[in-house]
């Protein structure tokens, strides 16, 4: 027998223990969509709403270079808040949002208060090492004080701000890293702090560590990316439009600068027409690729009939570049899902890909035949120069091309458009032999079955 069981049951917080709630709700915290701070927010609010388990205040601390700076502090001002913020939080069928509505609401309403006294403390990682809350970091041990005002460790700014002489340090610490630290304490409850609330608190200490962690170190990947994209692009647009401007400025130059005959005028003018062309060309290749809109639902349409049009169109520069191509489009086919007109363009993409890879005389086979219920292929096939393993391995990156010309967009755009329409590509090749892209589209009955 198999059973299958959601990860938060919806009756999951009100009937087991506390602990188990809590160390739910935080680990379920990190993945929603919110951003850090909100998700932060969520764990600190998990911490303090106990009534039974939990404490009263959380202050979150987090680092910033060789800082460690004051950030939020967060909890109920009295034990029926206290009590109240639990039955939000354990309310079944309550989602996150609303829980992050609430904390927002918590920490506007505590603005001035609570966080304020917190945010200007600030100490150093490497010089306050042997201060409390620092030392916690610096040794990544959970520190419990008592009878913190006859410490001589603990640093008199923050026991001012904290008000209290008896709180737990929870380090944040991944990779040996040092992250942040939340101190927790039983300010109005005045509720000693026994070992298993150390330990409770410990293990969200090392959950939150990690989720920052992994959250700092994704976004870090996302802006790096974007970066190597950026730069890339701009690389690669100054490489395509260097070429044709240094030609215009050149030919215009001798124009405007030597007499000429009208033989020759006209010439130049003719480079400087067709350079213009290469640069409109590059420009709309740039705009048409943007236009894939991954989230426009796919449309049941008619393949063969579009499949045919892209044929007869792409008939007479076959004619005219010396290659065939032969075509094998079964006639039962069914509808497919997507987006005619882009589906169109991919082929057309297919067919050109197949046209510049392979010699004059050679034959391009196009086939369309149903695989089976559910999907429809369609092949391009070519006897062509064929794709070397590195050159595979980048043949759907943004500006991957091995032509002079090349935008290297073409492939991307024909990727783009069958994950827009759930279909999927694959490439066969052979170095000198030829190379084979085969499509496959949902059929409608697929959709139908679907829905
Ligand atoms: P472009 O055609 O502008 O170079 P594409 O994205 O259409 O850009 O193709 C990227 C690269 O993939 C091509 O430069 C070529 O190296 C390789 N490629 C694509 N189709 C084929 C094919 N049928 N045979 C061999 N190589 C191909
Ligand atoms: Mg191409």
């Given at each position: 027998?198999?059973?299958?069981?959601?990860?938060?049951?919806?009756?999951?917080?009100?009937?087991?223990?506390?602990?188990?709630?809590?160390?739910?709700?935080?680990?379920?915290?990190?993945?929603?969509?919110?951003?850090?701070?909100?998700?932060?927010?969520?764990?600190?609010?998990?911490l303090?709403?106990?009534?039974?388990?939990?404490?009263?205040?959380?202050?979150?601390?987090?680092?910033?270079?060789?800082?460690?700076r004051?950030?939020?502090?967060?909890?109920p001002?009295?034990?029926?808040?206290?009590?109240?913020?639990?039955?939000?939080l354990?309310?079944?069928?309550?989602?996150?949002?609303?829980?992050?509505?609430?904390?927002?609401?918590?920490?506007?309403?505590d603005?001035?208060?609570?966080?304020?006294?917190?945010?200007?403390?600030?100490?150093?990682?490497?010089?306050?090492?042997?201060?409390?809350?620092?030392?916690?970091?610096?040794?990544?041990?959970?520190?419990?004080v008592?009878?913190?005002?006859?410490?001589?460790?603990?640093?008199?700014?923050?026991?001012?701000?904290?008000?209290?002489?008896?709180?737990?340090c929870?380090?944040?610490?991944?990779?040996?890293?040092?992250?942040?630290?939340?101190?927790?304490?039983?300010?109005?409850?005045?509720?000693?702090?026994?070992?298993?609330?150390?330990?409770?608190?410990?293990?969200?200490?090392?959950?939150?560590?990690?989720?920052?962690?992994?959250?700092?170190?994704?976004?870090?990947?996302?802006?790096?990316?974007?970066?190597?994209?950026?730069?890339e692009?701009?690389?690669?647009?100054?490489?395509?439009?260097?070429?044709?401007?240094?030609?215009?400025?050149?030919?215009?130059?001798?124009?405007?600068?030597?007499?000429?005959?009208?033989?020759?005028?006209?010439?130049?003018?003719?480079?400087?027409?067709?350079?213009?062309?290469?640069?409109?060309?590059?420009?709309?290749?740039?705009?048409?690729?943007?236009?894939?809109?991954?989230?426009?639902?796919?449309?049941?349409?008619?393949?063969?009939?579009?499949?045919?049009?892209v044929?007869?169109?792409?008939?007479?520069?076959?004619?005219?570049?010396?290659r065939?191509?032969?075509?094998?489009?079964?006639?039962?086919?069914?509808?497919?899902?997507?987006?005619?007109?882009?589906?169109?363009?991919?082929?057309?993409?297919?067919?050109v890909?197949?046209?510049?890879?392979?010699?004059?005389?050679s034959?391009?086979?196009?086939?369309?035949?149903?695989?089976?219920?559910?999907w429809?292929?369609?092949?391009?096939?070519?006897?062509?120069?064929?794709?070397?393993?590195?050159?595979?391995?980048?043949?759907?990156?943004?500006?991957?091309?091995?032509?002079?010309?090349?935008?290297?967009?073409?492939?991307?755009?024909?990727?783009?458009?069958?994950?827009?329409?759930?279909?999927?590509?694959?490439?066969?090749?052979?170095?000198?032999?030829?190379?084979?892209?085969?499509?496959?589209?949902?059929?409608?009955?697929?959709?139908?079955?679907?829905?």
């Amino acid at each position: 027998m198999i059973e299958a069981y959601p990860f938060l049951a919806p009756d999951f917080q009100s009937k087991e223990p506390k602990e188990l709630s809590l160390l739910s709700i935080v680990s379920q915290s990190f993945f929603q969509p919110f951003s850090v701070d909100d998700n932060l927010l969520v764990i600190m609010t998990a911490l303090t709403s106990g009534s039974g388990v939990g404490f009263n205040r959380a202050m979150l601390f987090r680092a910033d270079g060789d800082k460690l700076r004051g950030g939020k502090w967060l909890g109920p001002r009295s034990p029926e808040e206290a009590r109240m913020i639990w039955e939000v939080l354990s309310t079944p069928g309550l989602g996150y949002l609303e829980i992050i509505e609430h904390n927002r609401w918590l920490l506007s309403r505590d603005a001035d208060a609570m966080t304020g006294k917190i945010a200007p403390l600030e100490f150093s990682l490497a010089r306050d090492n042997l201060t409390i809350p620092v030392t916690a970091v610096a040794k990544n041990e959970l520190l419990l004080v008592r009878e913190a005002s006859r410490e001589p460790l603990v640093d008199p700014r923050f026991l001012q701000a904290i008000g209290v002489d008896e709180f737990l340090c929870v380090p944040l610490l991944a990779q040996g890293e040092v992250l942040g630290e939340i101190v927790l304490d039983n300010a109005f409850s005045r509720k000693r702090i026994e070992p298993k609330d150390v330990k409770l608190a410990g293990l969200c200490g090392l959950m939150a560590a990690n989720y920052i962690y992994t959250a700092t170190l994704h976004q870090r990947m996302v802006e790096m990316e974007r970066m190597a994209a950026l730069g890339e692009m701009a690389m690669f647009i100054t490489h395509q439009i260097r070429n044709p401007l240094t030609a215009m400025g050149g030919f215009t130059d001798q124009l405007l600068n030597a007499p000429a005959d009208e033989a020759k005028r006209r010439r130049n003018l003719e480079i400087i027409r067709r350079e213009i062309r290469r640069l409109e060309n590059v420009v709309y290749e740039l705009a048409h690729f943007l236009k894939v809109d991954p989230s426009r639902r796919p449309e049941p349409f008619d393949l063969k009939r579009e499949l045919r049009a892209v044929l007869q169109e792409m008939e007479p520069r076959a004619a005219a570049e010396g290659r065939e191509i032969r075509a094998d489009i079964d006639d039962l086919l069914p509808p497919v899902l997507g987006d005619p007109i882009a589906v169109g363009e991919v082929l057309r993409n297919l067919i050109v890909n197949a046209f510049e890879a392979s010699p004059a005389g050679s034959r391009i086979e196009v086939a369309a035949e149903r695989r089976d219920a559910a999907w429809v292929s369609v092949s391009v096939k070519d006897a062509g120069h064929g794709i070397s393993p590195e050159a595979r391995a980048r043949l759907f990156s943004p500006f991957f091309t091995t032509k002079e010309r090349g935008m290297g967009l073409g492939l991307l755009y024909v990727k783009r458009v069958m994950d827009a329409c759930g279909g999927t590509i694959e490439v066969e090749s052979e170095a000198g032999r030829g190379t084979t892209f085969r499509l496959a589209f949902r059929s409608r009955e697929e959709g139908r079955a679907e829905a």
